[in-house]
């Protein structure tokens, strides 16, 4: 505060802190101080406070869409609007002066605001903000600062009054912090303001972190240079905050030192300042918005500023800026619009098309035994349960399983890489070509997953070929490879555009078809669960253990390949990034979200690649919290997880009260919940094990399977799933506190790809498809397995290497090792059709039917397990969720019927091995689908929606109904046995003589 001690003009005037503190202020801050200086030659005049400008920006606030109701007061009242900008970044002090550890402050003038302003015009359009990036005042009232500010502007030493007074000492050395960039750092208004008939603070949070200067810059404006530097290559924003005054008694409305608690009330986000792309030194920018004058009483009533420092406010700045005006020979009053930018617009007005690209990168479609019937695949991520589909969605009206589309888009960039606009039959030529295959019969086996330590000095990790007998020169025949499709236009389908030439050993394996929709999107459509052998061999050979997902002479008809396209605009051609397509098994839990998503894995990939980076500062409600709540989630597919992380368990992650204390960040050295983050964040699995872990009693979580489980020790460190590097990276920065705390969410989550801005489009489209995809126990894997964590495979983040039709791959010999599968150039380098999943299970359903749980019901009949997300475990059926639901009945007979859990495949279980898998390969489409269905509402033992089982009629149906009665008929409870739904101790030992073959 040096700076205040100015020369004064003339004698100096009557101060009176006690009688009137704020006619005091007024004649020290702008009588003495402002009018001193300028009597003294500056020229032109400045502010008496903030008065070293970083910059003015051309800016939009743009009030949000989905605001809750009680947060449309007045302002915000404009749901959906976006209101012109200008906002003017400074510090509070001396020009002369440098940047680091200077108080920051941000004005913000919006336009066209109605309604009558308390302050000068009452029909002025223009409205302000005034914030500083410090949560509080250094004192508490008005006649507190005009002692504070008497004792330097007058007396000449602030020293005594520190002395007296060491919390304002204390609270002005917290504001001299580091700060790297004025885009980077938080704004509160400190003061309140009403809020309609209740009170309110304000809060401007960053969307940019950077590390703070440990050491003062050499350049002394160094924040000036950041601010022009960034706004030169990008658009900026900010989140603004409201923060209601919740607890009188903590949050008073006169005592500005006073920090109100976010942890009783937490801000929430009604709006956004979007700063734009510009050069913040174009001629005439500086001047234009130093001739600006911001008071914070230039709102409407609605948002009155309380408390006797914002009266004081009123006086001076409003005295301050009449005298600054006036000697600068500036108008007084506010500007009717607002400046233009300058004509020469930023580089993201630029529409010119350059580039195009495919998305999703990888589209998955799913298998599906409908005749004709299908749906598109998820197109954006955690859809509101609300917004689920109708009970038996996923099925015909026969209760055959509706396949699921992948659907593809094109969107053109500029030359800054920026999206400009998605690519249409209505502004572009578009001719797609799709090519999948299945190569699986023609691979080499999969026992485990080639890439992980243990197998690299493993006896036996030299894989053969499936169908070993075939010769080389004949092993053509195993390959279903129809050859590509291609198609243009809108709403074009039919079976000139149908995968059905290809063919196994002669007998023909149709792959599915595309179509185009009517905007000429692409719709790849997949198999149909086909799976059989020509010669009506075993699926499986007891007697030959690694014939488990290797059956000779089988095929199936999942697939994959490149999806590419040709584009023309306006006559020319636009070159465009081509994606792929993965035909994977059914989906029988669409909603529930497995712990590790491919998603997950392949940011990781990418960020070990150097292609995507970690966040600087994780999002809580973003990046923390799904990893946390998708244990909950697993409740609906695993009656272990539903114990311990369902409704009402100890570590329901889905409770508001729980999630509250990890959502909370450590403030003023007080961190209440910290070790609480820390004791959860150490139950988790690190991404490279140290301590080998029994797979009879995982003290550690997730409990899921590893890659290593069932091929090697029963005690070594990779038979359980770990945390991915990016996971592991950002739950240890939530640990440090080193996080955005902005939960609750104030973005109501969208339910279709047209509700997501454009720019966010493509890469919503590339999360939502691997989103729903599983990266867990990589033996083989659900959809796709191990090479896909490999960055060779890809070309960049998500995309797919496609091998030249004119570079056919070598032969890797009779064997697959793990030296030669990661061969420069070899099988994990670009792919060709069918390269994907090639290393999958076949046929697909034998490896569905054995990943399970219970496989040690000793231990635990539910635990641990393989792809519950995917393939359930144990579920809640149609009969107990009616009960649940039945008010009528006992609230005891209710929660024992929630709690209750059936065996997800006991229509297919009275069999040993082989015939568990035919019945598998028969009745895929009949099983379970899982389904939201609504649960009830505030109450305490049951959430409000509610996933069920649903079973078409049929003869599966009427056999899970049957198993489900015997077990309730059964003389005695349950043993462990049969909780794990197997059928027999026969059975179960079958069944682990194939999953767990070397323990």
């Not at 949560?135 to 005009?146: E, G, K, L, P, R």
């Not at 055959?400 to 572009?428: C, H, W």
């Not at 008809?557 to 490149?562: M, V, W």
Request: aromatic residues 10%.
């Amino acid at each position: 505060m040096d700076h205040l001690k100015a020369p004064q003009a003339g004698a100096p005037p009557s101060i009176d802190c006690s009688v009137d503190p704020i006619a005091s202020l007024k004649a020290m801050f702008v009588d003495m101080v402002q009018a001193g200086r300028i009597a003294k030659g500056q020229c032109p005049a400045l502010r008496p406070v903030f008065l070293k400008p970083h910059g003015v920006a051309a800016a939009q606030f743009r009030i949000r869409a989905d605001l809750p109701a009680h947060y449309q007061v007045g302002l915000f009242a404009h749901v959906g609007k976006a209101f012109d900008a200008w906002v003017r970044f400074s510090s509070d002090t001396l020009p002369t002066l440098g940047d680091f550890k200077s108080t920051l402050g941000i004005g913000i003038k919006l336009f066209d605001v109605p309604g009558a302003k308390l302050i000068g015009n009452p029909d002025a359009p223009t409205f302000d903000f005034i914030l500083q990036n410090f949560d509080v005042f250094f004192v508490n009232t008005a006649a507190d600062m005009c002692a504070f500010t008497k004792a330097g502007v007058v007396d000449g030493d602030y020293g005594p009054y520190l002395a007296a007074h060491p919390e304002t000492a204390e609270l002005l050395d917290a504001m001299a912090k580091p700060v790297a960039s004025v885009l980077a750092t938080p704004y509160w208004s400190g003061l309140p303001f009403c809020f309609g008939d209740t009170y309110a603070k304000y809060k401007l949070e960053p969307t940019l972190y950077v590390d703070p200067p440990a050491t003062d810059p050499t350049d002394p404006t160094y924040l000036a240079a950041d601010l022009a530097s960034r706004l030169s290559a990008g658009a900026v924003s900010f989140r603004f905050m409201v923060q209601l005054r919740t607890v009188p008694d903590q949050m008073p409305l006169d005592e500005a030192t006073v920090v109100w608690p976010e942890d009783l009330s937490p801000p929430i986000h009604v709006a956004d300042l979007v700063i734009a792309q510009q050069d913040v030194n174009a001629r005439g920018q500086a001047a234009y918005g130093e001739n600006l004058s911001m008071n914070i009483w230039r709102v409407t009533e609605a948002h009155m500023p309380v408390g006797s420092i914002a009266d004081a406010r009123r006086v001076v700045y409003a005295a301050a800026a009449e005298l600054r005006r006036d000697v600068n020979g500036v108008p007084v009053g506010e500007p009717e619009v607002p400046r233009p930018l300058p004509v020469d617009a930023p580089r993201g007005a630029d529409t010119t098309i350059v580039r195009a690209a495919i998305h999703p990168a990888i589209g998955i479609a799913r298998i599906g035994d409908a005749a004709t019937e299908y749906f598109i695949g998820p197109e954006v991520v955690d859809a509101p349960p609300e917004s689920a589909p109708p009970p038996n969605f996923y099925r015909d009206p026969t209760g055959a399983m509706k396949r699921q589309a992948a659907r593809f888009r094109i969107y053109g960039y500029n030359a800054a890489g920026e999206v400009v606009r998605e690519l249409t039959s209505d502004n572009a030529d578009i001719t797609w070509t799709v090519h999948v295959a299945n190569r699986k019969s023609q691979w080499y086996q999969f026992q485990y997953a080639l890439d992980i330590p243990e197998a690299v000095d493993a006896p036996d990790n030299a894989f053969p070929l499936r169908n070993p007998d075939i010769p080389t020169a004949d092993r053509g025949v195993l390959a279903i490879d129809p050859g590509p499709r291609s198609i243009s236009g809108r709403s074009v389908s039919g079976p000139a555009y149908a995968f059905d030439t290809g063919s196994f050993k002669g007998v023909p394996v149709p792959l599915g078809e595309v179509q185009t929709d009517a905007d000429g999107r692409l719709i790849f459509l997949g198999g149909r669960g086909k799976s059989a052998s020509p010669s009506e061999a075993p699926v499986y050979d007891p007697d030959n253990p690694p014939s488990f997902n290797n059956a000779n002479d089988w095929y199936d008809d999942t697939s994959d390949g490149p999806v590419l396209a040709e584009v023309s605009i306006n006559g020319t051609p636009v070159p465009v990034e081509g994606a792929w397509v993965v035909v994977a098994p059914p989906n029988y839990a669409p909603d529930i979200i497995s712990w590790r998503t491919m998603y997950d894995l392949l940011c990781d990939v990418s960020v070990q690649a150097g292609w995507m980076s970690m966040p600087d500062t994780p999002s809580f409600t973003n990046d923390i919290l799904p990893i946390l709540q998708r244990l909950s989630n697993l409740q609906w597919v695993n009656k272990g997880f539903a114990a311990y992380f369902g409704k009402g368990c100890p570590l329901d992650f889905n409770n508001p009260a729980l999630i509250e204390k990890l959502a909370q960040k450590p403030s003023g050295g007080d961190d209440p919940y910290g070790e609480l983050r820390r004791t959860l964040f150490n139950n988790f699995r690190p991404e490279a094990p140290s301590v080998a872990e029994p797979v009879a009693w995982p003290h550690v979580q997730p409990w899921i399977y590893g890659d290593a489980f069932g091929s090697f020790s029963a005690t070594g460190p990779g038979n359980m799933l770990t945390m991915t590097g990016l996971q592991e990276a950002i739950l240890r920065k939530w640990v440090e506190g080193s996080f955005i705390a902005d939960w609750p969410a104030a973005l109501k989550p969208v339910t279709k790809i047209s509700e997501v801005p454009l720019a966010e489009q493509p890469h919503m489209l590339d999360k939502a498809a691997l989103h729903y995809c599983l990266s867990d126990t990589f033996h083989p894997g659900c959809e796709m397995t191990w090479p896909m964590r490999h960055a060779s495979l890809y070309s960049g983040p998500f995309r797919i290497r496609l091998r030249p039709a004119d570079q056919p791959e070598p032969d890797y010999g009779p064997t697959m090792t793990p030296l030669l599968v990661e061969k420069v150039g070899g099988p994990l380098y670009a792919q060709p059709p069918g390269g994907i999943t090639r290393w999958m299970a076949i046929p697909w359903q034998g490896d569905t039917a054995f990943c399970r749980s219970g496989y040690d019901p000793e231990y635990d009949p539910y635990l641990p397990t393989f792809w519950a997300a995917r393939v359930p475990n144990q579920v809640l059926t149609e009969a107990d969720y009616a009960k649940v639901i039945d008010t009528s009945l006992p609230r005891a007979e209710r929660v024992a019927a929630y709690n209750r859990r059936a065996s997800w495949l006991r229509a297919i279980q009275n069999h040993q091995t082989a015939e568990v898998m035919m019945d598998m390969i028969a009745d895929f489409g009949q099983l379970g689908i899982v389904e939201a269905r609504p649960g009830v509402k505030d109450d305490p033992d049951f959430p409000e929606y509610i996933y069920v089982e649903t079973l078409a009629p049929g003869t599966v149906k009427a056999a899970a109904d049957k198993a489900v009665q015997l077990l309730a008929a059964a003389p005695q409870p349950a043993g462990k046995l049969e909780k794990a739904g197997w059928a027999s101790q026969e059975q179960l030992e079958a069944f682990r003589a194939v999953r767990v073959q070397k323990r």
